[in-house]
């Protein structure tokens, strides 16, 4: 996992709700089936292939961060990462919800990224 993978979290949720809300439609002519034939508009929906697959890739980073943070391996990790990143809180609002200071939730969010590793059980990430 790369910090700056994870710090797209929020943008990466408010896409899939912005494209999830982009719905491709249009309206076409078309007539009954059966005598007497009157022609009436239908509307259709759908997705377009290429929104299809970029919300498949959204998703996936989606789960992708979200398996992440619930990896970390201990609570204040858990805690500091989810307020920070999934809330997107300031670091003000994470010490006051954690009731850590500052400097020691800031020290803590580094340390799952120092030296190319992180603090999860087994995992290797990068920056």
Known sequence: MTKELLEQYPDICAEIEEIK???TTDTVSASSEEYPFGLHT?????T???KAKRLGELYRQKTEIESFIESLSTSK???VVHFRVKKKMSWDQVEAKTGYTIDACKKTYKKIFENGTNST???NSTL
Do not use: C, Q, S
């Open 21 to 23: 809300a982009d719905k």
């Open 42 to 46: 239908v509307t259709i929906r759908g």
């Open 48 to 50: 377009e292939e290429a």
């Open 77 to 79: 990790e858990r805690r």
């Open 121 to 123: 059980k087994g995992t």
